[in-house]
């Protein structure tokens, strides 16, 4: 698959030195697109070969509308994701991914994407996991207004983000999903409002990877910070996946010297054998004195 050039220039600083797993199948379970950002970052930095298993319906798992809940955490279904993709492909090597919706952490005010991609080394027994955040196009209006309607899709940036409709609130079964031009989006309004009880129609923004670009780049983000992770290889015994495990407080107040709460150095650990490393940041040698409890008690 053709590299985008965002992977490219990215890819050229981590690609790995020891081929652990050049030529190599990694199976990719998904229905939503994501082997269109996955793997011009993956396949350029391992210099592997992604392949696109089929024939399983990954929205059985959960769906961002709701109408089939996910069970169990962010990191389990996309663990058990990658468990169906290599046992329909008979592949040891596995990869795939889970987003989940929020409020940002820092205020609450705003929608929040995460997403997590996890790859399985049968070979190795190990896992590594990438993690990607940021902001989300999710929002939704209840409305029994089509001008309403047409204006809540202009400002979520329809039809480049696909949107979903029910009749009469959030909960109720009765659904149209993909809805990616104006054409159907009206046509979708109308269906709802016949079968609407209390003549309102509840919109969304579609979450779902193809039909959400905002959440798409998240996801290439989050395969940028796996492959970082599996070109880190543990200095004792050349597993991949030698990362960052505990953070160490202390680095000192640029002000009064005083060891402050801001992170100092990492710790690096692997996930097969004991070896450990602390390593002290390189970014700055100081904490900005608000971040001093002596000086800003």
């Not at 929205?59 to 509308?65: A, K, N």
């Not at 795939?96 to 952490?105: I, K, L, R, T, V």
Request: charge should be negative; aromatic fraction near 6%; hydrophobic fraction near 40%.
């Amino acid at each position: 698959m053709a590299a985008c050039p965002q992977a490219s220039e990215w890819v050229t600083s981590v690609r790995l030195t020891h081929p652990l797993y050049r030529g190599q199948r990694v199976a990719l379970l998904t229905q939503h697109g994501k082997e269109t950002v996955l793997a011009p970052v993956l396949e350029l930095a391992l210099d592997c070969r992604l392949d696109l298993v089929t024939g399983y319906d990954t929205d059985l798992l959960g769906t961002f509308s709701r109408d089939i809940p996910r069970a169990g955490t962010q990191l389990e279904a996309a663990r058990q994701k990658a468990r169906i993709g290599m046992q329909l492909s008979g592949l040891a090597l596995g990869l795939a991914s889970e987003g989940a919706f929020g409020p940002d952490p820092f205020s609450g005010m705003f929608p929040w994407n995460v997403e997590v991609l996890i790859f399985i080394d049968d070979h190795r027994a190990i896992e590594v996991v990438g993690v990607a955040q940021g902001h989300a196009k999710s929002a939704h209006l209840q409305t029994a207004s089509w001008a309403e309607a047409e204006a809540f899709a202009q400002q979520t940036g329809f039809p480049e983000h696909h949107l979903l409709l029910r009749p009469d609130s959030e909960a109720d079964p009765r659904i149209r999903k993909g809805i990616a031009c104006w054409a159907t989006l009206e046509a979708a309004f109308a269906w709802a409002r016949e079968q609407s009880a209390s003549g309102q129609i509840f919109i969304e923004i579609d979450g779902r990877a193809h039909a959400n670009p905002t959440r798409m780049e998240t996801i290439r983000r989050a395969a940028e910070d796996l492959a970082n992770k599996l070109c880190s290889l543990c200095p004792a015994c050349s597993s991949p996946g030698f990362w960052s495990v505990q953070c160490e407080p202390g680095l000192r107040c640029a002000d009064c010297d005083a060891p402050t709460r801001e992170t100092r150095a990492e710790v690096h650990g692997c996930l097969k054998c004991a070896h450990r490393e602390t390593r002290a940041r390189t970014d700055r040698q100081y904490a900005a004195p608000r971040h001093c409890d002596y000086c800003n008690p």
